[in-house]
């Protein structure tokens, strides 16, 4: 089975901007940068979605300090960077057809934010015929909302998705 790892909207939004200090984000940074190495060195093929706002006034818009992937992760040249301008990292970008034309077949998903872009493209992934993906325990979060905290949010989430659209893995069982 091909994989790829597949980090959603890691940006510097979310490390520059206190209202969106994601929750555990040291632990959920260290422990992505841990399964970027570990990609690495299976020769898996590491993907990083990057979500532009369209209005110039947007925290996420090309261009802005928040737009730019977080510079504490590893990322290198090789690296392919996919943007997008909705939650779904499929619609109207050019991952499927970088998928299929790598023969990927598992996709293994951190990122952010758990509840939105994450929850998005996840579920959209298993509709474009990818049922065999992981989603890292502890490598993706979000931050609170005045309904729920992001803790629970997250564990809402994993809930839901457990078995259904992706098998959830802790980060240590993905060992160098």
């Known amino acids: 089975?091909?994989?790829?790892?597949?980090?959603?909207?890691?940006?510097?939004?979310?490390f520059i901007k206190?209202?969106?200090q994601l929750f555990e984000s040291k632990q959920v940074v260290a422990n992505i940068n841990h399964l970027i190495q570990w990609a690495r060195a299976k020769d898996i093929q590491v993907i990083f979605?990057?979500?532009t706002?369209?209005?110039?006034?947007?925290e996420m818009a090309f261009g802005k300090p928040g737009w730019e992937l977080h510079l504490g992760l590893h990322k290198q040249q090789q690296d392919k960077v996919i943007t997008k301008t909705t939650w779904d990292a499929?619609?109207?970008t050019e991952l499927a057809?970088?998928?299929?034309?790598?023969k990927i077949d598992q996709l293994i998903f951190v990122g952010a934010q758990t509840e939105f872009c994450l929850d998005t493209t996840i579920?959209?992934?298993?509709?474009?015929?990818y049922h065999r993906n992981i989603l890292i325990e502890g490598a993706h979060s979000t931050i609170n909302n005045p309904v729920l905290d992001a803790e629970q949010i997250i564990k809402h989430h994993e809930f839901i998705w457990n078995n259904r659209?992706?098998?959830?893995?802790?980060?240590?069982?993905f060992q160098l």
Do not use: N
């Open 1 to 14: 089975m091909k994989q790829a790892l597949v980090v959603v909207d890691m940006q510097e939004v979310f």
């Open 18 to 20: 206190k209202k969106y």
């Open 49 to 51: 979605i990057q979500h």
């Open 53 to 58: 706002d369209l209005g110039q006034d947007d």
């Open 90 to 92: 499929f619609y109207k």
């Open 97 to 102: 057809q970088f998928l299929q034309d790598s």
């Open 123 to 129: 579920r959209s992934a298993y509709s474009h015929g």
């Open 165 to 173: 659209f992706v098998k959830i893995q802790p980060s240590t069982s």
